[in-house]
Structures are given as structure tokens and as C-alpha cells.
């Protein structure tokens, strides 16, 4: 059985800056890990992957320069650092794991993975 176990969410101030973090437990191996959010009324969409052995990464546009996302595979944990926050980054935030190879994929759509975390609230106040 997989987990993924969220935290780092909350309230914060347009500009500003949150990290969040999310550590899978009982996956045998890991080929990617990838944050989606998912605003009221709208559909969840992509942020940000990265592999677990090269560290390849890949953003949505309009978070390019300001997230960034990074791992610790000792840890099996994938963390999103957001900075200059802006109030469209309003949303819930889910954490994602892909456990095997995959071609021609950018990892870009929600059905690539296999599992998914709990969500994480990120409110940016103006």
C-alpha cells in the first residue's frame, strides 16, 4: 500500500512564499513525483514533475521562476518551494507518484500516476 502524506499549506500573503512537501511510504520504486493543484470549479491541472534518478524537471509556464520543485529520494519526499505568490496560486495542492517508466510522456496529465495525496490548501491573500 502507498501513501502520500502532504503538509506545508496555509495562508499567505500575496508575494510571499510557502514550501510544501509530500513523503510516500511503501512504494519498491519510484519513477516520478508531481505536484497538481486544483482551483474552485476548475479542472486539476499541472504544476511541476521531476524523476527520481535524474532529477528532470518540468513547470507549468506560469509558474516557471517562482516554484521550484526538488527531492530527497532517501526520504521518498518530493517538496514545491512557491515563491512571489500570487493570488491565481489559490488552490488545492496534491502531490502525485508515478512508479514506472513511462515514453513520450511529459508527465503532464493526472492519469499518468498512481497515486495521490490528500491535498494541501494554498490560500495567497491579496
Known amino acids: 500500500q502507498v501513501q502520500l502524506v502532504e503538509s506545508g499549506g496555509g495562508l499567505v500573503q500575496a508575494g510571499g512564499s510557502l514550501r510544501l512537501s509530500c513523503a510516500a511510504s511503501?512504494?519498491?520504486?519510484?519513477?516520478?513525483m508531481g505536484w497538481f493543484r486544483q482551483a474552485p470549479g476548475k479542472e486539476r491541472e499541472f504544476v511541476a514533475a521531476?524523476?527520481?534518478?535524474?532529477?528532470?524537471?518540468d513547470y507549468t509556464d506560469s509558474v516557471k521562476g517562482r516554484f521550484t520543485i526538488s527531492r530527497d529520494n532517501a526520504k521518498n519526499t518530493v517538496y514545491l518551494q512557491m515563491n512571489n505568490l500570487e493570488q491565481e496560486d489559490t488552490a488545492v495542492y496534491y502531490c502525485?507518484?508515478?512508479?514506472?517508466?513511462?515514453?513520450?510522456?511529459?508527465?503532464?496529465?493526472?492519469?499518468?500516476?498512481?497515486?495521490w495525496g490528500q491535498g494541501s490548501q494554498v490560500t495567497v491573500a491579496s
Open positions: 521531476i524523476t527520481r534518478r535524474g532529477g528532470s524537471t
Open positions: 511503501g512504494p519498491r520504486s519510484i519513477y516520478a
Open positions: 502525485a507518484v508515478r512508479l514506472s517508466f513511462i515514453v513520450n510522456s511529459m508527465l503532464r496529465r493526472p492519469n499518468e500516476y498512481n497515486y
